[in-house]
């Protein structure tokens, strides 16, 4: 029996982690995001995140993190994951367009100076491009986690692109990085 597949896809997720680890400018924007969080919530404020897909369930899964832990027992970091709720998500979708499921959450949940990461493998998805006009006038601080390429996002907003196309492989990092920020914030706000 050969593991060759299995050794050429673990590689594949090694080669791009060590990109990011030797990226200066990827590294700084991943402090920096955290910074920026820290500060909101320092100030009352919390940390939004929305995106589709696999995208959908890793800013649930960030959400939890602030929320209930990461790496000790400490209070809860306000944070939520805009799409949660079911009915809302599909009386929006039904009443404006999918492509204002999370404009219209994010109007209601948000407030100057809370922190909006949206999640897009692509940088390209309708319904997240769409909240980037509210999420300014709203003076939420918004950074993306995208592809490579950044997509559409990358013109409009910050944002810290995985060094891949490869879907599988940005999810990966997307969550990576996620867990990055949610440790550098516990451990600055708790000061551990």
Same mark, same amino acid.
């Given at each position: 029996?050969?593991?060759?597949?299995?050794?050429?896809?673990?590689?594949?997720?090694?080669?791009?982690?060590?990109?990011?680890?030797?990226?200066?400018?990827?590294?700084?924007?991943?402090?920096?995001?955290?910074?920026?969080?820290?500060?909101?919530?320092?100030?009352?404020?919390?940390?939004?995140?929305?995106?589709?897909?696999?995208?959908?369930?890793?800013?649930?899964?960030?959400?939890?993190?602030?929320?209930?832990?990461?790496? @000790?027992?400490?209070?809860?970091?306000?944070?939520?994951?805009?799409?949660?709720?079911?009915?809302?998500?599909?009386?929006?979708?039904?009443?404006?367009?999918?492509?204002?499921?999370?404009?219209?959450?994010?109007?209601?949940?948000?407030?100057?100076?809370?922190?909006?990461?949206?999640?897009?493998?692509?940088?390209?998805?309708?319904?997240?491009?769409?909240?980037?006009?509210?999420?300014?006038?709203?003076?939420?601080?918004?950074?993306?986690?995208?592809?490579?390429?950044?997509?559409?996002?990358?013109?409009?907003?910050?944002?810290?692109?995985?060094?891949?196309?490869?879907?599988?492989?940005?999810?990966?990092?997307?969550?990576?990085?996620?867990?990055?920020?949610?440790?550098?914030?516990?451990?600055?706000? @708790?000061?551990?």
């Amino acid at each position: 029996m050969s593991f060759e597949t299995i050794r050429n896809v673990i590689q594949a997720s090694i080669d791009v982690k060590k990109e990011i680890l030797d990226s200066e400018l990827i590294l700084a924007q991943i402090d920096e995001l955290a910074n920026h969080c820290l500060k909101s919530l320092q100030l009352g404020g919390k940390v939004i995140f929305a995106g589709n897909g696999g995208s959908f369930a890793d800013s649930q899964h960030l959400a939890a993190e602030f929320i209930s832990r990461l790496q @000790f027992d400490r209070e809860p970091l306000a944070s939520i994951a805009l799409g949660t709720n079911s009915s809302s998500t599909t009386a929006i979708g039904n009443d404006y367009g999918f492509d204002q499921i999370f404009v219209r959450e994010l109007k209601a949940v948000s407030r100057s100076g809370d922190v909006y990461i949206p999640i897009s493998t692509s940088g390209n998805s309708q319904n997240i491009l769409a909240t980037i006009e509210t999420a300014k006038r709203l003076n939420l601080h918004v950074v993306a986690l995208t592809g490579s390429t950044g997509g559409k996002l990358k013109g409009q907003i910050p944002c810290i692109c995985v060094p891949s196309t490869r879907t599988e492989r940005i999810q990966e990092c997307h969550i990576m990085i996620g867990h990055i920020i949610c440790g550098l914030v516990e451990d600055r706000y @708790f000061k551990k």
